[in-house]
């Protein structure tokens, strides 16, 4: 089953290593990206930085879409990754679906200049990427670890 | 819940606790900080610490994370520690110790939560640089 879908461009780090990962007991990992696929030394420091006993899956987008319909009906908890709204924007095109969306890190780069907590910064694609995916139904909340409190970012940026 | 006293040289365990907590959240109860100056005599060191202990103690457990094994931290919690029935005190904090300590106070047993917090300490010290890039 899916635990939680989570947009944070840090991917693996300490916040779903200590935080989310005790939290919902997930036994799997499962980030996906193109880039971080493509790139052995990135994928060695994600497995390194994933808790014992916990699995790290690394995919393309195109086998999310094959991967994630079995991890639904899975009993093992699998906690998705993904580095930003586009690849969530991918996944909702090859027909997933994504019950709601934890936003968890869009750090800061140049014209990122709406910013939403302390480690929410979006741009006018990132608006109009959350807009289009709320109008698809999903649920969406801006939250760095599992004892904040969340926010309410489809009303920030309205 | 396993309650948490952090006592330091100087404002490094108040530093630590705002890092930890950014990684895994705000401990809104059973956390307190005893930041140890130079400024202070060895009288004043021990009401701040004996003054932290007051109300920590717990059926679940206490556990202290102080820095140095031999400093200052240890010597004046010990006396302490002993007439505390269900404690410990564990030496060396870094980070990982305190994420762990925070993750798992609540879901872990004393026994469980103190060997935890002392193995996650240890493994989080290594060489990364020779661990993942032997191949480059």
């Known amino acids: ?158 | 819940m396993i309650n948490i006293i952090v006592i330091t040289h100087g404002e490094f365990g108040a530093y630590l606790i705002e890092a930890a907590e950014g990684i895994v959240g705000v401990q809104r109860e059973g956390l307190k900080n005893v930041s140890i100056s130079t400024r202070m005599t060895l009288e004043l060191i021990k009401e701040a610490v004996a003054s932290a202990i007051n109300g920590m103690d717990s059926a679940d457990g206490l556990v202290f994370l102080i820095d140095m094994p031999g400093g200052t931290p240890m010597n004046v919690v010990l006396p302490l520690a002993r007439d505390i029935e269900k404690c410990a005190v564990i030496c060396g904090v870094n980070i990982n110790m305190m994420t762990s300590a925070f993750a798992y106070r609540q879901s872990l047993d004393f026994d469980r939560l103190t060997a935890k917090i002392m193995e996650d300490g240890r493994k989080a010290i290594c060489e990364v640089r020779s661990l993942l890039m032997k191949k480059q």
């Open chain 1, 1 to 158: 089953m899916m635990v939680l879908y989570r947009v944070d461009d840090r991917l693996v780090h300490g916040q779903v290593a200590e935080g989310w990962v005790p939290h919902l007991k997930a036994d799997e990992l499962a980030v996906v990206s193109d880039e971080i696929a493509a790139d052995p030394l990135r994928s060695d420091i994600m497995r390194f930085a994933t808790p014992e006993g916990v699995d790290l899956k690394i995919m393309t987008v195109e086998q999310a879409s094959q991967y994630l319909p079995q991890a639904e009906t899975s009993a093992r908890k699998v906690l998705l990754l993904l580095p930003g709204l586009a690849e969530a924007v991918a996944l909702l095109g090859k027909g997933l679906k994504i019950p709601s969306l934890n936003i968890g890190g869009m750090h800061y780069s140049a014209g990122k200049n709406l910013s939403i907590g302390k480690a929410i910064f979006l741009n006018d694609a990132d608006c109009s990427a959350l807009k289009a995916l709320a109008a698809a139904g999903i649920k969406i909340e801006g939250r760095g670890v599992p004892s904040d409190t969340p926010l309410d970012l489809i009303g920030a940026i309205a």
